[in-house]
């Protein structure tokens, strides 16, 4: 599947090298400076490669190294929502972010329901030649809630993992299917827990803030009772369940019990649900709105405490572009979601490197080792021969988020002006660099 | 005494000396409105436009006057009619209004935050008539200085708020207002409709009104919406009534002096009784009637017109006839 995942391989026998970065690669326990050789888009050696003659050279004093991030959730909006996205702007995102791989979720239109679909997803990606693109094909034909898409299909044509993303699957029969149908690929279902019935209507948390701003709440409960539903069916069928974007303090408090009874279960959260809380949507600036909403500082506290003790297997971005017309609609009329590819690694440098709450190896894990494995995908690690998708950090450089200077179209972030210390250098994609920053170097 | 701020977008982000000083030059105009000649020409030659997304006979009859009252040329906007149905955002049509030479812009709109969005965007002055479930200033300023004309005061008063608090404005405006000047807010209620996080604003939470029947000095019933009834926050109206409506058994067990308040329009015999919405406990016209010196005072604050030395005697300057000072607060 690797070759179909849309990314253009380094010429055959042409040779980059990484010189003397801090290389951290969790899968081989290193976490050391020395040098990376990659020959034909490949990892071939990491070590003290010494003054091999490259066609490209990468001086990585003072910085990091790590495997590719990879972002298993975006909205790339292609097709169907171009205005907003397109899987090259999106990709290229991803790349400026310092993430390699991303896994688009299928709320397109048409939706990811279709072998046809998947196929034009991974073609655009190839073009688009940035980050490789993994599409998610949908659980339930045309995302409607009602029957199962045809995943044995789509899993062929390359989808690496199924989700009504932005909706819920309605019913515990049809989840339970999902999860029984799934299994036999061994792919994972990607669950947005929301329960309509409480959560339909609402524009932000509901609690304490929402009351004062006479915005109609989000309950923590419609999530948690999805969060437990879909844990109890996972039990019960054998089959591989992912929570997407996890925000209450109860959903981690059910995935650290159904860890601890060995379900087959992985969770993530999203750098905005870990560091904001529903205090700032005061302001009423819908680019503080999206689905699950921001939650209480509680909630921030236990999404931490989980991310930390490994409840909360990866950081996604939950990236969701939106034309800024709609974000500046009144916050009630608003669409849902916030951008993420390019501010990533920022925040988690800052808010979890910088705050001493995780080192590199930890934060690796999240966000390269823990994706590739949910999703069955290469990367994760710069073990020899495995494909030379890499990101190069310089994690003191410090930048201002501006919105304005985002290769993505979406403009809605919740972090504009926010000061940030780390930064991508430099991103390979199979050996090949599709972003690099110049500034200051 | 001052004001300087360009809008009025709620009565939460007011402090007390600004609450005050609205009371005490609408308590000027309140004498205008008394006149026979009622004009005062304070705002001649500025533009004022109702933009309303919401219908509302009272509160956009109520702006009008008060800004005919001083010397303003009046613009209503027809929503209906205009390129909002062409599908113009709230935004561009503000925007144009202002354009076109609007000083200040009234909106009344189903969002919440609207009236705050608009005023980010504006150099224009924004009043909030009303903004989903978020804030209705100028009607929690009226139940302010309907109390105040009352009791001679605000700080002390014990207030219920019955009804839909989680879907209304009114509660909000008149919770913080009476907060911010003292009163003790009580809100009564059921608890689908009055969620316990309001305790984290420091008022009480009851579920039974009889309780405070003889407790409170004043009962401000909201109007319940039938919607919600059909959403299923509460069983039936009939319940609903015999459990939170007044009627003239209840009233009967009011201490002397407590009054009975409704921002109208009243649901007759769901709310109140019509024996005692019109009886001698309601000041339901008395709320009506200050509307206008109110939204006055507040049309001529966020003009531009801070009051000047003390007293709020400067409101009614260059009037026809010498403006009586009221002093009671400053």
Same mark, same amino acid.
């Given at each position: 599947m690797s070759d179909r995942a849309g990314f253009a391989r380094g010429e055959k026998g042409s040779r980059l090298l990484i010189r003397a970065g801090r290389v951290v690669d969790p899968a081989q326990g290193l976490d050391r400076v020395c040098d990376v050789l990659v020959e034909g888009g490949r990892i071939a050696r990491v070590g003290e490669v010494g003054d091999v003659p490259a066609e490209v050279r990468i001086d990585a004093r003072g910085l990091v190294v790590t495997p590719g991030w990879i972002d298993m959730h975006v909205h790339l909006r292609e097709p169907g929502f171009e205005e907003k996205e397109t899987i090259r702007t999106g990709a290229a995102a991803a790349a400026a972010g310092g993430i390699t791989a991303v896994a688009c979720m299928? !709320?397109?239109?048409?939706?990811?329901?279709?072998e046809a679909t998947v196929e034009y997803v991974l073609l655009q990606a190839e073009r688009a030649g940035f980050a490789r693109v993994y599409p998610v094909g949908t659980i339930t034909r045309g995302r409607a809630g009602e029957t199962l898409s045809e995943m044995g299909r789509l899993r062929r044509a390359g989808a690496v993992a199924f989700s009504d993303d932005g909706a819920p699957v309605p019913t515990a029969g049809l989840m339970r299917r999902a999860l029984e149908y799934a299994r036999m690929f061994d792919a994972p279902i990607i669950s947005h827990c929301e329960d309509k019935t409480l959560c339909?209507?609402?524009? @932000?948390?509901?609690?304490g803030v929402s009351m004062r701003l006479g915005l109609p709440g989000i309950p923590s409960s419609g999530e948690d009772v999805m969060v437990q539903r879909d844990i109890d069916l996972a039990r019960v069928t054998g089959g591989r369940l992912h929570i997407a974007h996890v925000s209450t303090a109860g959903a981690v408090e059910a995935l650290r019990r159904a860890k601890a009874l060995g379900v087959r279960v992985t969770a993530e959260a999203t750098p905005h649900h870990l560091t904001l809380?529903? &205090?700032?949507?005061e302001g009423y600036?819908? !680019? *503080?709105? @999206?689905?699950p909403p921001l939650r209480a500082p509680a909630d921030i506290a236990a999404l931490r405490e989980g991310l930390l003790d490994g409840t909360i297997d990866a950081v996604a971005t939950d990236h969701a572009p939106h034309t800024i017309q709609e974000k500046e609609a009144q916050f009630a009329d608003a669409p849902v979601g916030v951008v993420g590819l390019e501010t990533l690694l920022g925040i988690v440098c800052e808010e979890f490197l910088h705050a001493g709450l995780l080192d590199w190896t930890g934060i690796v894990r999240r966000v390269s080792c823990a994706p590739a494995r949910i999703l069955g995908v290469p990367g994760g690690t710069l073990a020899?021969?495995?494909?030379?998708?890499v990101t190069v950090i310089d994690p003191e450089a410090a930048w201002v988020v501006d919105p304005? &200077? *985002?290769?993505? @179209?979406?403009?809605?972030?919740? *972090? &504009?002006g926010r000061r940030l210390r780390g930064r991508a250098v430099v991103t390979l994609v199979g050996g090949r660099v599709v972003y690099r920053d110049d500034r200051g170097r | 005494m001052t004001w300087n701020a360009k809008?009025?977008?709620? /009565?939460?982000? #007011?402090t007390a000396g600004e609450i005050g000083t609205i009371l005490d030059t609408a308590e000027s105009f309140s004498e205008v409105t008394l006149? =026979?000649?009622? %004009?005062?020409?304070?705002?001649?030659g500025k533009i004022v436009v109702n933009l309303f997304y919401e219908p509302s006979t009272r509160t956009q009859h109520s702006f009008s006057l008060a800004a005919k009252s001083l010397s303003a040329e009046v613009q209503p906007f027809s929503v209906a009619s205009s390129s909002t149905t062409k599908g113009e955002t709230l935004l561009d049509t503000a925007r144009n209004l202002q354009a076109t030479g609007a000083d200040i812009i009234i909106l009344r709109h189903p969002a919440s935050g609207s009236a705050r969005h608009l005023a980010r965007a504006l150099t224009a002055s924004v009043i909030n008539a009303g903004d989903g479930a978020h804030e209705h200033p100028t009607q929690a300023l009226v139940d302010l200085f309907t109390l105040r004309r009352r009791?001679?005061? /605000?700080?002390?008063l014990r207030v219920a708020i019955v009804?839909?608090? #989680?879907?209304s404005r009114v509660a909000r405006s008149n919770l913080w207002g009476l907060l911010r000047l003292g009163a003790q807010v009580v809100l009564v209620g059921p608890s689908t409709l009055v969620?316990?996080?309001?305790?984290?604003?420091g008022v009480e939470i009851h579920h039974d009104i009889d309780r405070e029947l003889e407790r409170c000095d004043a009962f401000n019933f909201l109007r319940i919406q039938t919607e919600r009834q059909a959403a299923g926050l509460f069983p039936s109206l009939r319940e609903y009534t015999a459990m939170f409506g007044m009627n003239a058994t209840r009233a009967?067990?009011? %201490?002397?002096?407590a009054v009975i308040m409704h921002p109208g329009p009243v649901n007759r015999g769901v709310e109140l009784t019509a024996e005692v919405a019109d009886?001698?406990?309601?000041v339901i016209l008395e709320q009506a009637a200050h509307g206008l010196a109110v939204r006055m005072a507040v049309l001529f604050l966020v003009s531009g017109h801070a009051p000047q030395g003390?007293? =709020?005697? =400067?409101?009614?300057?260059?009037? =026809?006839s010498p403006a009586t000072t009221h002093n009671e607060r400053s």
């Open positions: 299928p !709320n397109t239109s048409p939706p990811i329901d279709t339909e209507g609402g524009a @932000m948390h509901e609690g809380t529903d &205090a700032c949507v600036d819908a !680019n *503080f709105k @999206m689905y020899s021969g495995s494909p030379a998708d304005a &200077a *985002f290769r993505s @179209m979406g403009r809605n972030t919740p *972090f &504009a | 809008d009025l977008l709620g /009565i939460e982000e #007011l006149r =026979s000649v009622k %004009k005062v020409p304070a705002l001649r009791f001679g005061r /605000i700080a002390g009804g839909d608090v #989680l879907h969620p316990r996080e309001f305790e984290n604003l009967r067990r009011l %201490k002397p002096g009886g001698p406990r309601s003390q007293g =709020s005697d =400067s409101a009614v300057q260059g009037a =026809s």
